[in-house]
């Protein structure tokens, strides 16, 4: 049963802080205060299992969730996940941005091992909301929040359990679920119409071949990382043609969405950190590639994602 997080406020706020390149909030679990990730591409809550300065520190039990542990995934590391119950206390421990602040009795969240916690993981604060079955409780389908604004200019999210986009937006994107194609979770994704790198084409591909083999590009937004993670084909035809023309690969990128309306949205990049990305979900390299973008993306901008109608607004002054 999901519990009513903001009570009577339609809307909460939370400050932000900047942690080492990421964007930070502070909650607390049981009385223990936590420092988190605030993470648009993964689903979980998580505290540390052992005491950190960076992160905080859990000293408790929890309440048995009846969950087992499991092996997860962190910024490229594995590591065991304990799974247990308890009290979550958000918005009333920074009043310099809003007095409203929610307390959750019983959310499921994750206990982290040493292995995860170390640089370069940390504790992620999930704000995807949807996942398949097999998947642990996500943070967000535990409560009644259903939209999503990050304000990167003013270091504000905010959560509402009323969609923030007006339904006759004319800027507004529509998101793909990518469970569809073998995802774990419903991340935040776009369907990419075209990405430049220094104002030459790369998607989509000069090359015929693989034009007809890569039909479909994605995107990703993701407030968990910095740089732009590019499936390995993609970005292997760019290493490959900058290399040829005496290039630097993936510079000035601009990346181009279509909106609701045929509009066009656009982020910009100048010298965004792009790493190879091995999609592991079957038969999707056969005829797609992906895009995972960060915030090198996202400066000063204002991204609301209404998450239970599937739509995303990007704006920037």
Same mark, same amino acid.
């Given at each position: 049963e999901k519990e009513d997080l903001l009570k009577n406020a339609q809307q909460i706020n939370l400050p932000l802080e900047n942690c080492g390149g990421n964007w930070c909030t502070l909650f607390a679990i049981d009385g223990e205060v $936590?420092?988190?990730? !605030? *993470?648009?591409? =993964? #689903?979980?809550?998580?505290?540390? /299992?052992?005491?950190? %300065?960076?992160?905080?520190?859990?000293s408790g039990q929890g309440i048995p969730s009846g969950l087992e542990d499991t092996i997860e995934n962190y910024a490229g590391k594995s590591g065991l996940v304990s799974w247990r119950k308890g009290m979550l206390e958000m918005g009333f421990l920074r009043s310099d941005l809003d007095d409203e602040g929610f307390i959750f009795s019983k959310v499921v969240f994750g206990i982290l091992s040493d292995s995860l916690v170390g640089r370069p993981?940390?504790? $992620? !604060? /999930?704000?995807?909301?949807? =996942? =398949? #079955? @097999?998947?642990?409780?996500t943070f967000l389908s535990q409560t009644n929040i259903v939209s999503l604004r990050f304000n990167f200019q003013k270091?504000? !999210?905010?959560? =509402? +359990?009323?969609l923030m986009i007006p339904h *006759?937006?004319?800027?507004?994107? @529509? !998101?793909? *679920? &990518?469970? &569809?194609?073998?995802a774990p979770v419903m991340y935040y994704t776009a369907k990419v119409d075209?990405? $430049?790198? @220094? +104002? %030459?084409t790369i998607f989509p591909s000069n090359d015929l071949k693989l034009r007809k083999e890569k039909r479909e590009l994605f995107l990703i937004f993701d407030t968990g990382t910095t740089g732009m993670d590019v499936s390995k084909d993609l970005f292997d035809e760019e290493l490959r043609i900058s290399s040829e023309n005496g290039f630097r690969p993936f510079r000035n990128v601009q990346i181009e969405i279509k909106t609701e309306r045929k509009g066009t949205m656009v982020l910009k990049s100048a010298r965004p950190l792009t790493t190879p990305l091995d999609v592991p979900w079957k038969g999707f390299n056969e005829g797609a590639d992906l895009i995972v973008a960060g915030l090198d993306f996202m400066q000063d901008a204002k991204m609301t994602i209404d998450i239970d109608t599937m739509r995303l607004l990007w704006e920037k002054d």
């Open positions: $936590f420092r988190g990730v !605030l *993470d648009t591409g =993964s #689903p979980f809550i998580t505290v540390a /299992g052992s005491c950190t %300065r960076r992160w905080g520190c859990y993981g940390g504790v $992620f !604060l /999930g704000l995807v909301k949807y =996942s =398949s #079955p @097999q998947i642990r409780p270091h504000v !999210l905010s959560l =509402s +359990n009323k *006759d937006e004319p800027e507004a994107i @529509q !998101l793909i *679920d &990518l469970r &569809l194609y073998g075209k990405i $430049f790198s @220094q +104002n %030459r």
